[in-house]
C-alpha cells in the first residue's frame, strides 16, 4: 500500500511562495517551473534552505545587510523586551531605545548633531533631500535646490531616490524622474576617462566642479555620494578624491550627503565608510547594517548647523521640518540597533573587519595571479570587489552571463553564496561583489576563495 508522504511546513511555504509572492529584482517566468529559493535558517555566517542545503554567506543577507551575522540572541531579546513594553508610539514624541540609540550612534560621529529616524535607505535619502530643498526656500528663495549625484552610486527605489542614481539600467522604463537632479562622472580610476593621468582623483573630483559651474553654483544645494560605491562595482575612492570634494562643497557653499546605507556600521572596519577619508559631511544616511536587518531602521543624521536651520520662529508655521513617517515611530528599529552596536563593541568587530578584510584581498590578489580574467581587485574591510575582464589590455568587461555563472557555480558546486553587480548598467555587470559578516574568520574566507577559485578554473568566457 502507498504511503503519502505528507507535505513538511517548508513545502507548503514552498507552495505559497510560488503562487503568491511577487519577489524582488526577479523575473518570474523560471519559477513556473520551480519554486525560488527560499532561507529558513541562519546561524552565524551559515544558512540552510526550504530543500535543506547548507550555505556559507559571503553576501549579508544577499544585500549587504546582516553584519554581526545570523541567530543574535541578545538582539532577537532586546527586541521581544521592547515590544512586550510598548512597541509604537509616533515620533512626534520620543521613545526611550530611539533617544538611547540616537546618543550612542552620535558619540561614534564625531562632528554630526541630530538622527531622523525611518525605515529603509531610500528612505532616509528622500529625508535628506527634503532638508536639502527646504533649506533651499528658507535662505535662498528656493534657488538653490539642485542635488548632485554620481554616475555608478545608487540611492535607492523610490522615483526621487531612483532620480539620484547613477545607474542607468535601474532606472530604464521608471522615468519621468524627478527634476532638480543632476549627474556628474564616476572615479572609478581602473576604467579612467581621461586615459593615464597622474592625479586621476584630484580629476574625477574637479569633474564635479564642472557640473556645478554649468548649472551655477547658486542653483546647487547638495552633493549626494557613496563613501565606496558598492552595487554599482566596489568603487574605493583613487588618492585626492575627497580632499577635492570637501574643498568644492566649501568653495560653492554646497552641503555633503554620504550615503553609508552598505558602508554603514563597521563594513569597511570603522564605523562608516566616510571616517577611513578625513570627511566632514553634512548629511549621513545609514539603514542595512545599523540593525543587521533583526528589525526595520534607517537614520538621517545632520549636523547640528543643519538641524538648526529649521528651529525656527514657533509663528512660522512653514519653519519646522515637516515630514512624518509612521514606522519610524516603531521601537524595534533601536532597540535592535543598540543591541547590534553593543555586539560589535563588545566582539571588537571593527578590528576583525579590518584584520580580515587585508586577509581576503590579499588571498583575491592570488586568484589575480592565477586568472587573466580578473581585471582589477578592490575594496576595504568586508567590502571587495572583483571586476572580471575578456582582455586586461583591452578592459573589454565579460559579459554579466560569466558572473552570473560563477555565482551559481560557488552556491551549487561549493555552497557558497556570493554576491554580484545586477543589472545595474547594460555593459558593466561584471563585478563580484564579496561582503561576509563582520564575524568572518580567516577559515570562512579560505572557503569563499575557495569556491571562487574553483567556478573561475570551470568557466569559459
Ligand atoms: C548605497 C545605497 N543607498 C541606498 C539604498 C537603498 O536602501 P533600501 O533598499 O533600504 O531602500 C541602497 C540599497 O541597496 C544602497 O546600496
Redesign the pocket.
Same mark, same amino acid.
Given at each position: 500500500m502507498n504511503k503519502q508522504v505528507p507535505f513538511t511546513e517548508h513545502d507548503l511555504a514552498l507552495m505559497a511562495d510560488q503562487k503568491s509572492v511577487w519577489h524582488h529584482l526577479t523575473n518570474h517566468t523560471p519559477y513556473e517551473e520551480a519554486a525560488p529559493m527560499m532561507m529558513v535558517e541562519g546561524s552565524g555566517m551559515r544558512l540552510r534552505d526550504a530543500k535543506g542545503n547548507e550555505y556559507l554567506d559571503s553576501t549579508s543577507g544577499g544585500?549587504?545587510t546582516v553584519n554581526v551575522g545570523y541567530g543574535r540572541e541578545p538582539i532577537a531579546k532586546a527586541v521581544y523586551e521592547q515590544l512586550m513594553k510598548m512597541n509604537f508610539y509616533s515620533q512626534t514624541a520620543g521613545n526611550e531605545p530611539a533617544a538611547i540609540f540616537a546618543e550612542k550612534l552620535l558619540d561614534k560621529m564625531p562632528g554630526m548633531g541630530r538622527v531622523y529616524y525611518s525605515? /529603509? !535607505? /531610500?528612505?532616509?535619502?528622500e529625508k535628506a533631500y527634503k532638508i536639502v530643498r527646504q533649506i533651499a526656500h528658507k535662505k535662498y528663495d528656493g534657488k538653490k535646490h539642485k542635488i548632485l549625484f554620481r554616475e555608478r552610486?545608487?540611492? !535607492?527605489?523610490?522615483i526621487t531616490?531612483l532620480s539620484s542614481t547613477g545607474q542607468f539600467e535601474r532606472k530604464n522604463q521608471y522615468g519621468p524622474f524627478t527634476p532638480g537632479f543632476v549627474e556628474f562622472p564616476h572615479c572609478l580610476e581602473y576604467r579612467s576617462q581621461w586615459g593615464d593621468v597622474a592625479d586621476y582623483g584630484v580629476r574625477a573630483a574637479k569633474e564635479m566642479e564642472r557640473v556645478i559651474l554649468e548649472e551655477g553654483p547658486d542653483t546647487v544645494g547638495a552633493v549626494v555620494l557613496?563613501p565606496i560605491?558598492? !552595487?554599482g562595482g566596489v568603487i574605493t575612492p583613487p588618492e585626492g578624491y575627497w580632499e577635492t570634494i570637501q574643498e568644492i562643497c566649501a568653495k560653492y557653499d554646497i552641503l555633503l550627503h554620504l550615503?553609508? #546605507? #552598505?558602508?554603514g556600521l563597521g563594513r569597511t572596519g570603522k564605523w562608516f565608510g566616510y571616517q577611513h577619508y578625513g570627511i566632514k559631511p553634512d548629511i549621513v544616511?545609514m539603514?542595512?547594517g545599523v540593525a543587521s536587518g533583526y528589525a526595520a531602521i534607517?537614520c538621517t543624521v545632520t549636523t547640528e548647523a543643519v538641524f538648526d536651520c529649521f528651529k525656527t520662529d514657533p509663528s512660522d508655521r512653514d519653519g519646522y521640518f515637516r515630514d512624518v513617517s509612521t514606522f519610524g515611530g516603531c521601537t524595534a528599529g533601536p532597540a535592535a540597533a543598540l543591541a547590534n552596536m553593543n555586539i560589535i563593541e563588545d566582539e571588537n568587530l571593527l578590528d576583525n573587519a579590518t584584520k580580515q578584510g587585508e586577509y581576503f584581498n590579499s588571498r583575491l590578489l592570488e586568484l589575480k595571479d592565477k586568472y587573466a580574467f580578473i581585471g582589477d581587485v578592490r575594496g576595504k574591510g568586508l567590502f571587495q570587489g572583483l571586476e572580471l575582464v575578456k582582455d586586461r589590455v583591452t578592459k573589454e568587461p565579460v559579459h554579466e552571463s560569466i558572473i552570473m555563472q560563477v555565482a551559481a557555480h560557488c552556491q551549487n558546486k561549493s555552497n557558497v553564496m556570493i554576491g554580484r553587480t545586477n543589472r545595474s548598467f547594460r555593459d558593466f555587470n561584471n563585478t563580484i561583489a564579496l561582503s561576509p559578516a563582520l564575524i568572518a574568520t580567516e577559515s570562512d574566507i579560505d572557503e569563499i576563495v575557495l569556491a571562487l577559485d574553483k567556478a573561475f578554473a570551470e568557466v569559459t568566457l
Amino acid at each position: 500500500m502507498n504511503k503519502q508522504v505528507p507535505f513538511t511546513e517548508h513545502d507548503l511555504a514552498l507552495m505559497a511562495d510560488q503562487k503568491s509572492v511577487w519577489h524582488h529584482l526577479t523575473n518570474h517566468t523560471p519559477y513556473e517551473e520551480a519554486a525560488p529559493m527560499m532561507m529558513v535558517e541562519g546561524s552565524g555566517m551559515r544558512l540552510r534552505d526550504a530543500k535543506g542545503n547548507e550555505y556559507l554567506d559571503s553576501t549579508s543577507g544577499g544585500l549587504w545587510t546582516v553584519n554581526v551575522g545570523y541567530g543574535r540572541e541578545p538582539i532577537a531579546k532586546a527586541v521581544y523586551e521592547q515590544l512586550m513594553k510598548m512597541n509604537f508610539y509616533s515620533q512626534t514624541a520620543g521613545n526611550e531605545p530611539a533617544a538611547i540609540f540616537a546618543e550612542k550612534l552620535l558619540d561614534k560621529m564625531p562632528g554630526m548633531g541630530r538622527v531622523y529616524y525611518s525605515n /529603509s !535607505g /531610500s528612505e532616509a535619502n528622500e529625508k535628506a533631500y527634503k532638508i536639502v530643498r527646504q533649506i533651499a526656500h528658507k535662505k535662498y528663495d528656493g534657488k538653490k535646490h539642485k542635488i548632485l549625484f554620481r554616475e555608478r552610486d545608487y540611492h !535607492g527605489t523610490t522615483i526621487t531616490a531612483l532620480s539620484s542614481t547613477g545607474q542607468f539600467e535601474r532606472k530604464n522604463q521608471y522615468g519621468p524622474f524627478t527634476p532638480g537632479f543632476v549627474e556628474f562622472p564616476h572615479c572609478l580610476e581602473y576604467r579612467s576617462q581621461w586615459g593615464d593621468v597622474a592625479d586621476y582623483g584630484v580629476r574625477a573630483a574637479k569633474e564635479m566642479e564642472r557640473v556645478i559651474l554649468e548649472e551655477g553654483p547658486d542653483t546647487v544645494g547638495a552633493v549626494v555620494l557613496e563613501p565606496i560605491t558598492a !552595487g554599482g562595482g566596489v568603487i574605493t575612492p583613487p588618492e585626492g578624491y575627497w580632499e577635492t570634494i570637501q574643498e568644492i562643497c566649501a568653495k560653492y557653499d554646497i552641503l555633503l550627503h554620504l550615503d553609508e #546605507v #552598505v558602508c554603514g556600521l563597521g563594513r569597511t572596519g570603522k564605523w562608516f565608510g566616510y571616517q577611513h577619508y578625513g570627511i566632514k559631511p553634512d548629511i549621513v544616511t545609514m539603514a542595512k547594517g545599523v540593525a543587521s536587518g533583526y528589525a526595520a531602521i534607517s537614520c538621517t543624521v545632520t549636523t547640528e548647523a543643519v538641524f538648526d536651520c529649521f528651529k525656527t520662529d514657533p509663528s512660522d508655521r512653514d519653519g519646522y521640518f515637516r515630514d512624518v513617517s509612521t514606522f519610524g515611530g516603531c521601537t524595534a528599529g533601536p532597540a535592535a540597533a543598540l543591541a547590534n552596536m553593543n555586539i560589535i563593541e563588545d566582539e571588537n568587530l571593527l578590528d576583525n573587519a579590518t584584520k580580515q578584510g587585508e586577509y581576503f584581498n590579499s588571498r583575491l590578489l592570488e586568484l589575480k595571479d592565477k586568472y587573466a580574467f580578473i581585471g582589477d581587485v578592490r575594496g576595504k574591510g568586508l567590502f571587495q570587489g572583483l571586476e572580471l575582464v575578456k582582455d586586461r589590455v583591452t578592459k573589454e568587461p565579460v559579459h554579466e552571463s560569466i558572473i552570473m555563472q560563477v555565482a551559481a557555480h560557488c552556491q551549487n558546486k561549493s555552497n557558497v553564496m556570493i554576491g554580484r553587480t545586477n543589472r545595474s548598467f547594460r555593459d558593466f555587470n561584471n563585478t563580484i561583489a564579496l561582503s561576509p559578516a563582520l564575524i568572518a574568520t580567516e577559515s570562512d574566507i579560505d572557503e569563499i576563495v575557495l569556491a571562487l577559485d574553483k567556478a573561475f578554473a570551470e568557466v569559459t568566457l
